[in-house]
């Protein structure tokens, strides 16, 4: 594994990067690490927008019903009161 050195960083960034890290449960250096791991590492899709056969301009409700093309309508029930209201003395 490598290593990295960064110096001359601005104090109040410094500060702002220990209050994120300390939101997180972590330390300013698993935190530097998760970020560079997160802009830097290995892409994966991201959100339904970046869906593996997706075509250009289809939204996700369109992508949906292109890949299960057989699944019906769906049947929704009446809504029924279910569960008594309480009554108070």
Known sequence: MGSVTVRKIDDATKQSLREV???Q???VEAEL???IERTYGPKKPRSSEELPDKKVGENRAEYLI???PDFGPLDI?????GIPDPEFP
Not at 77 to 81: F, G, H, L, M
């Open 33 to 35: 690490r998760a970020l």
């Open 77 to 81: 029930p009446a809504r029924d009161k």
């Open 25 to 27: 449960g972590r330390s």
């Open 66 to 68: 292109r890949i299960a």
């Open 21 to 23: 890290a300390a939101k």
